[in-house]
Structure formats: C-alpha cells, structure tokens
C-alpha cells in the first residue's frame, strides 16, 4: 500500500505562550479582587467554590478547589451548567470541554495533585464567561457536589397499580418520582423484599412502567418500586401493592397467527419488522419474534420491532408468534426472507480515503486539509494509517515514538515503531486545526486523533477506522494470527487502545478512555499473509485459515462489544490484487460452503494500483515502464503475467463474494521512470535507466497526484483507451509517469457501477490538489 517513512525529528512542546490579551487576562487573573461566595461548612472533602469579576463586556469565572480530606487527592473533574444567558469563552489551568450547556472540566497536569488540606491556587481553574455574572448550576466535583453537602435521595414513587397479569408476569405503572439532586436513572422493581426487576431509560425519559417476569402460575405477590437517579442515590420504598398471577387452566385456547409481516425498514446490521395485531378473549400479552427458528426477541402489544446484530449482505428468515394473557402461544406467522443491506445502503457508494499518520511532515497534510480541499464532505470513511504491532507482547502498539529505518530492504525497517507524537502528542496551531482553535500543549488528546474528533464533529456522516499493518508494520501478524490465545490476545488489545480509546500515556496525553468515540471499527491492512511481503515478515502457508481466523476474532469481540455500546462496529480489509497473493492467503470463496473471511468484514478494499513500478533502491522493476493502475489488460504488455483491474476484482466476484462488499483501489499518486526511450510509443511499455526522481528523497518514483503536475513540467499527457490508462512523457530518455487523472477515474467509477461494486478506496488523501480536483471526479462518477 504504502512505505512508512519518518526520520527522527526534533520535537518541541507546544506549552502555552501567554502574549497580548492572554497575558493581560492571566495578570488580572492574579491581581483582581474578586467577590466569591463563602465555601460551604460540611463534612470534609473536595469543595468547588466559585467566584466572579466583572470587566465590562465580560466576567472572569473561577473556580477554586480545595481538598479537606486528610489525604492528597490526585485528579479532579469539575462539571457544571451554564446558567440561561451565559455563554462560554476559553477556560484556563484545566481542560474544558462543553456540550450544550454542560461543561466538563479536568484538571491539568500541573494541578491535579491537591496536599490534604490544599487547594488549586494559585493555578486554578477559570474562564471567560459573557452575558451575566450568575453562578453556574448543578456543579459537581468528583461527582459530588461542590459546596460539600450531601446526595438527597430523590423522591419516593406514588400511585404504583397493576397494569397487566400472565400467568408468569405482573406488570406495574406508577407516577414518576421527583428528582431532587440528580436527574433519575430509574426504578427498581422488589417483590415481596427482593430485586425483581430494573427500568432504565436509556436514551430518553425514563419509563414508568415495568414488567416483574418469572413468576409462578397462580400465586400472590406483593410488589414495592424505587426510584434511583444517575449518582446511585435510591428512594424510599413505594406503598406496597399486591397482584396474583393467572392461573392456565382458567385459558387453554391459543390465539390466532399474526399475519402481514413484513420489514419497513433495515440497515447493514438490523432489520425492522412490522405484523398485523390479533386479538383474544383473554387479551394479547405480546409477540414473540424468532429468527431461523430460535427466538430474538419479544414485544409487549407492540406490532413492531427492530432484530440488530446481524451481518451484512445476509439473508435471514423471520416468524412471530402471538401470547395471549395465559402465555397460550399461537402458531408461527407466514416466514419472511430478508437480506441485510451492505455498509453503506441500497444505491449509495463507500469512498474511502486514507490519511497517513506521517503526511503533517514533509507533505504538510493535516487533518485539515481534507476539511478545506471539500474531501470530509465526500468521503464516508476514512482509515488512519497506521498502527503497528508489538514485536514482543503481540499487541497493537501505542504510545511509542520510534522512526522506521530509511532502508526499504531493513528488514526490521518497521519493528517496535509507531508515532504517538503524531498520533495524539503534538499540539497543531490554530492554522493547522479543523475549528481553528490550537492547542495548549496540555490536552490529553492532541495531534491527529483531535483532529479527527473535530473533523467527525463537524462532518458527523463520516467513519474513521484505524488501519492496522501496511507494507512495514505487518512483520509479525502471522505470529500474532497463530493460535486461539494470540488471536484473542491481539484483539482484545486493539479494540482496548482504539474502540474503547484507553491510550498509553505519553508526553503528558492519553489515558483511559480519552480517544473515546473516535474510531468507528477496525482496517486490517496485512501484507501479505501466506505471501513475500516486506523483506523479514513472518509467514507460511498456516496464515490462510489463520487469517480467516483472526477476521472472526474480531468479529466477535466487536459485536460483543457492541452489544453494550448499541453500536455496531466496521471491520473492513485491504486485500491483494495478484490472484497469487489472494489464493495463498485469503479465503474468499462462497461457493464450497466452508466459512470465508468475507462472512467477518463489512468490505474488502482491493489493491487497483502497483501493478508495474521501479522501487526507490531500483529494486522491483527498474528497468521497464508499465501501467500501474490499468483498467483492463493493455495488448501491448510484454510481460508473461496479466495485471488489471478487471481481473482483480473478477478473481472475488467469480469466488461468490458479493459485489458489494468490494471496493476498488484508486491511487493519489504516480509511479514514475527515467532515462526512458521513446521505442515509438510516447515511453509506453519501453526501456528505462531505474525510478525517476521523486517527491521525497527517500520515495523515488513516486510522486503525490498534485506534485506531479506541478513538478514535472512539458510530460505530454497520454490516454490509452483499451486499457483506461492514464500516462505522461518528457521525451526520449526523459522521465514517464502512470498515474489516474480525472479522465480514467471517470472510466473506472462508471465501470465499477456497472460491476455493482460498493464503491472506491483512495490511497492516500495528501496526493490531490489543494482543491480536491481528484476527490471530486470521484465523487462525480459515483
């Protein structure tokens, strides 16, 4: 895919700089005297208090945090409402974040260590505030409220009744309590003293109704609600009420069959059903809907309900069946077959851009610039690239800033590196940031992950993936593929640094959970397993099944995951274009009946580029200029193998993988030769002296889409039209580039569709035009 290089850099610390009104505000800040009210007389711990100064179109807000335990605390987080008519400016000696009017604050890492008996002074939290100089509401620090006093329980419940009976369950409604300190959470069910049942309200109000299941037939209970809010805080019990269950032999004819199912609605991973209501004597107590014959899920009356947890691109059954008040089950509706729509929905394409953790060097290609050049607002996905395993633990690997070698023949060019400097480390300036707001040089997340933050905030349709492997970070995936345990191992760990965003420390950023929400689902980018790849990976004829493996791990500890987030987390693949490769190392038949790795994945990003170049150390084909991206076989190849497009992705359609589930590789950047004879043919397929000078000196014969136009100058553009071929020469023993244009995307993104196919991958995002000339014809053919 791509040739992971960085050299070591000097790397300064993006602290803050007080200067002009910054430095202004942090000298009144020390000279002010400000009104605050008097702090709370309570029992010991951390206290918040609050004060004020007004300066004109403006007032300093502060908070002061004092420790009255007998311990030093370490770490605090402070979180408040803004009061109607307030709105926020920066906040200083801490980390700020707002969403709506709640804001959340943790200490910076100077202040978060407060002595027993010690406050934050004289480095404090404050902020700007405009509009009024009232208190801030509802401030809480460490969860506990900030003048000290303690939690009030809320409300007791009122008004508990029976609302519905089976001869297995009791249904109960009540009045919803009065939160006092905190909003309410939920209720608890107790029959006669023990825990019998819990209502949440997960992302709306919370219900007040519950249904206590278990029961025995015909018995008598006695049944108590209590409320809980969201800091753990329980009522007292409700006035007790007493109900029997049903007793069967009272009822023994079942009700009818629900008829009319259908699906009014359905995703990559969910399916919404739909089914006429039926009605008994003795009442309908709900629907019981199965899939394939084991039951998913049941309903009250409702005549609806959504099945999520499925795979994409997959064709299920579904039936339901009616309960009546004495759990009399009726026979199964009429069966539905329904297929789960692909990664991105009927009609709609992927585009799929990666953005290379190293382009903020020498490219000078931020997060940013997929903001300004218009690509976020085209692309659905983006994969970071890349993550790398450690060598040692075989675990993805964070938190280290170690450079690769400028060998490409190393062949440990890549061991034990990664950039977390980059990654998460590095303070951008306000020029180089998605809101245009800098860094500190304080923020647990910083560098490009921040950045991606913003980006999705401001473009909520995009995913962002993070890619793991490339072309020098995939030397030890066959070890770390290689049984059960490693596979287990591995995943759990990647899915704990990326998904849930634990990152290591590192230059005072990372922690638990500080890259939260940032990654979308996981790019596994090995290259190759069962194949020669980089000089020194490991591998052998065992990684095929074990790869095959390694998807389904994934698949089940992201689904598992996901079944406590209510998420459904991506898992896609970059995949070879030499059928070679794909048949010693990927098993994508869906043919012979045998588990295929694209039973795991969402989609397969298959390579459409690289098929003929000369290396930068002149190794691969220095000697011969050729297509690298062609669309079909040019006639005129002279070489004795058949690299294309067409016969790449024809490889997976004709082993039954679903056309949908595939993407086609498009390159940002051209492959480039020198000292080429002309032989007739404008260069074409013709002698060459090694790899042209390229845009980085450690990249010869490549250069990104951009710099080429502007770099080469007086190369004739050449479109050969029987093998939709982009290329362009110099003159005799001049230089002769490959590349995609606007003209052969055009081609290739109207061929695709015809294919069916789920769209196209770009490597990599920093080779377009400042104004996305490449990205939009993309976006325009699809």
């Known amino acids: 895919m791509g040739v992971t290089v960085f050299t070591s850099r000097a790397r300064r610390r993006a602290g803050p700089r007080p200067g002009g009104a910054v430095a202004a505000l942090l000298l009144l800040a020390s000279l002010l005297v400000v009104a605050g009210s008097p702090p709370a007389q309570a029992a010991a711990g951390l206290r918040a208090t609050f004060s004020t100064a007004d300066n004109g179109s403006w007032h300093l807000d502060k908070y002061v945090i004092t420790n009255g335990t007998a311990n030093a605390v370490n770490g605090w987080t402070l979180e408040f409402d803004l009061p109607p008519g307030v709105t926020l400016g920066n906040g200083y000696n801490g980390n700020m974040t707002a969403n709506g009017n709640h804001v959340t604050v943790t200490n910076a890492h100077y202040n978060g260590s407060i002595p027993a008996g010690?406050?934050?002074?004289?480095?404090?939290?404050?902020?700007?505030?405009?509009?009024?100089?009232?208190?801030?509401?509802?401030?809480?620090?460490?969860?506990?409220?900030?003048?000290?006093?303690?939690?009030?329980?809320?409300?007791?419940?009122?008004?508990?009744?029976?609302?519905?009976?089976?001869?297995?369950?009791?249904?109960?409604?009540?009045?919803?309590?009065?939160?006092?300190?905190?909003?309410?959470?939920?209720?608890?069910?107790?029959?006669?003293?023990?825990?019998?049942?819990?209502?949440?309200?997960?992302?709306?109000?919370?219900?007040?109704?519950?249904?206590?299941?278990?029961?025995?037939?015909?018995?008598?209970?006695?049944?108590?609600?209590?409320?809980?809010?969201?800091?753990?805080?329980?009522?007292?019990?409700?006035?007790?009420?007493?109900?029997?269950?049903?007793?069967?032999?009272?009822?023994?004819?079942?009700?009818?069959?629900?008829?009319?199912?259908?699906?009014?609605?359905?995703?990559?991973?969910?399916?919404?059903?739909?089914?006429?209501?039926?009605?008994?004597?003795?009442?309908?107590?709900?629907?019981?809907?199965?899939?394939?014959?084991?039951?998913?899920?049941?309903?009250?009356?409702?005549?609806?309900?959504v099945v999520s947890g499925l795979a994409p691109l997959t064709a299920y059954t579904f039936t339901v069946r009616a309960r009546d008040s004495y759990d009399n089950v009726s026979p199964a509706s009429a069966a539905l077959s329904v297929t789960t729509d692909d990664a991105v929905g009927s009609g709609k394409h992927a585009k799929v851009g990666y953005f290379v953790q190293w382009g903020i060097y020498?490219?000078?290609?931020?997060?940013?610039?997929?903001?300004?050049?218009?690509?976020?607002?085209?692309?659905?996905?983006?994969?970071?690239?890349?993550?790398?395993?450690?060598?040692?633990?075989?675990?993805?690997?964070?938190?280290?800033?170690?450079?690769?070698?400028?060998?490409?023949?190393?062949?440990?060019?890549?061991?034990g590196a990664g950039d977390a400097e980059a990654d998460y480390g590095r303070g951008f300036s306000a020029a180089q940031s998605v809101d245009g707001v800098a860094d500190t040089g304080w923020e647990p997340l910083r560098g490009n992950f921040n950045q991606l933050k913003k980006l999705k905030a401001k473009h909520p349709h995009l995913k962002v993936l993070i890619s793991i492997g490339g072309w020098t970070y995939s030397k030890f995936f066959s070890d770390a593929a290689a049984t059960p345990a490693s596979r287990e191992k591995l995943v759990r760990s990647c899915l704990d640094i990326y998904i849930k965003g634990n990152l290591p420390t590192y230059n005072g950023a990372g922690g638990p959970g500080v890259a939260a929400g940032i990654f979308d689902g996981i790019d596994l980018d090995w290259e190759w397993p069962g194949a020669e790849g980089h000089p020194g990976n490991h591998w052998g004829p065992q990684d095929k099944a074990n790869n095959t493996a390694l998807f389904a791990e994934f698949r089940r500890q992201l689904d598992a995951l996901g079944a406590g987030t209510g998420k459904r987390y991506l898992l896609t693949a970059f995949t070879p274009a030499d059928p070679a490769k794909i048949e010693a190392g990927w098993d994508i038949s869906r043919t012979d009946g045998t588990p295929s790795v694209f039973d795991y994945m969402d989609f397969a990003n298959v390579q459409g580029y690289d098929f003929h170049g000369a290396g930068s150390d002149n190794s691969w084909e220095p000697h011969r200029t050729g297509h690298q991206g062609n669309l079909y076989r040019d006639a005129q190849d002279p070489y004795p193998f058949d690299f294309s497009v067409e016969k790449a992705i024809r490889t997976y359609l004709d082993a039954g993988v679903h056309p949908r589930q595939l993407t086609l590789g498009i390159a940002f950047y051209g492959r480039g030769w020198q000292g080429v004879t002309d032989g007739g043919a404008n260069g074409e397929w013709q002698a060459a002296t090694g790899a042209a000078p390229g845009q980085f000196a450690e990249e010869a014969g490549t250069r990104g889409y951009s710099n080429l136009l502007a770099m080469v100058p007086n190369c004739a553009v050449h479109h050969d039209t029987q093998s939709v071929s982009t290329y362009c020469y110099t003159g005799a023993n001049g230089t002769w580039w490959t590349y995609d244009d606007p003209w052969s995307i055009g081609l290739k993104t109207t061929w695709l569709k015809q294919q069916g196919l789920l769209g196209v991958m770009i490597w990599e995002m920093s080779g377009d035009t400042a104004n996305g000339a490449l990205m939009s014809a993309l976006h325009t053919g699809l």
């Open 362 to 415: 020498g490219r000078q290609y931020f997060v940013k610039n997929l903001d300004t050049s218009g690509a976020a607002a085209k692309l659905t996905h983006i994969n970071y690239s890349f993550a790398n395993l450690d060598p040692v633990n075989l675990t993805c690997l964070q938190g280290v800033t170690k450079g690769t070698t400028s060998n490409p023949q190393d062949p440990d060019q890549g061991t």
């Open 118 to 305: 010690g406050s934050t002074e004289p480095h404090s939290f404050w902020f700007i505030a405009y509009g009024s100089n009232a208190e801030p509401l509802n401030c809480r620090i460490n969860g506990d409220k900030c003048d000290g006093t303690p939690d009030r329980a809320p409300g007791t419940p009122t008004g508990v009744a029976v609302a519905g009976r089976t001869t297995k369950t009791v249904t109960l409604t009540w009045t919803a309590a009065v939160a006092t300190d905190f909003p309410i959470a939920g209720y608890d069910i107790y029959r006669n003293g023990t825990l019998a049942a819990s209502v949440t309200g997960g992302s709306g109000a919370v219900p007040t109704t519950g249904t206590v299941t278990g029961l025995t037939p015909n018995t008598a209970y006695t049944f108590t609600v209590r409320a809980k809010d969201t800091r753990g805080n329980v009522s007292a019990d409700s006035a007790p009420v007493g109900a029997t269950t049903l007793n069967p032999a009272d009822d023994t004819t079942a009700p009818p069959a629900p008829g009319g199912l259908r699906a009014t609605a359905k995703t990559s991973a969910s399916v919404t059903l739909a089914w006429n209501a039926v009605t008994d004597p003795s009442g309908i107590a709900g629907y019981d809907v199965y899939r394939g014959g084991a039951l998913v899920l049941s309903t009250t009356t409702a005549t609806t309900a």
